[in-house]
């Protein structure tokens, strides 16, 4: 199987490696010439955008539905140049209209399509072990369980084209929620003078816990690394898509407004450059050292 990752950031370079570990046929391409390079050290073919090679699979990982619409449609695009039964694969979190949209064009011109978002992270990408959400024929998938074996640990079809991308929302709004309400949970049990590793252990014995109390806290926040290499501004992304989703379908949930409110109350900090976890470390240094102990 001959892929085409497009998209060499912390994600697709990361899948790249992966694949091609794997023993995939690999080309990886990016818009800029410092990613191509960089991948290029590791080992990984790479072609300029005006270069993609004839591939049985496209694979991008892109940072919106914008550039995902550029590669797909911009003059040549694939839509030109993908070979007839190729597949497009977007694992990008991308918009889900949008997805829909491309996805029939892509049906039209004889390709095949599968929305594929992604969690796990860079490490996730570079180990094999990503979360995937897939949109798209069950036929399809049939044909990528190889590729899609090698780079998660778990896949789960969850409908048609634009499903994946639908639920990779979802699944972010209530991550993006998890972080300031365990944040506040924390900062508040430390202002009762309960020291936030012992707090930690105590929330994740009970049903308050979350992926972010069990893993995000440990590991990138009260570590103080912040470096799980997803940043602020993708977040923020993915928040206003799915406050727009919301908004489409006629509902307006309260909660999920003001968990978009809270992510944007203040560019600075977190700035979009910075680590997204970077947001419950604003709320934990609000609890200063004094106001622990009192009490
Ligand atoms: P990134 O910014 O590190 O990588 C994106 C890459 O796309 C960059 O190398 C950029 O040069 C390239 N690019 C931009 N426009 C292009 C174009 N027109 N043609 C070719 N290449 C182009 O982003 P990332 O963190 O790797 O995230 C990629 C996607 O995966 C995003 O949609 C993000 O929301 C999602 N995601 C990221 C994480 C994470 O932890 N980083 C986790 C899950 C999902």
Redesign the pocket.
Known sequence: MRICV???????GNMALTLKATGFDVTG????EN?RQRLAAQGLPVAA?DELPPSDVYLL????SA?VR??IETAPGLLGLAPAGSVIVD???SDPVISRELAAKVLAAGLEWLDA???G??RGAANGKLGMLLGGEAATIERLAPMLEAMSARYTHVGGPGSGHVVKLANNYLCAAHLLTTAEAVAMAARAGVDPTACLAGLNSGSGRSAVSEVNFPEWILSGRFD???TTG?MRK?LRLARNAAERLGMAPGLLAAVVEAWHADPERPADGDDFNRIAGALLDTVSPTEETEQ
């Not at 391409?29 to 800029?32: H, I, R, Y």
Request: hydrophobic residues 35%.
């Open positions: 497009i998209g060499l950031g912390q994600m697709g391409s990016d818009l800029f990613a955008p990982s892109l940072p919106t550039q550029e590669v694992t990008s979190t978002p992604v969690s992270g860079p799980s290499g997803f993708l993915d």
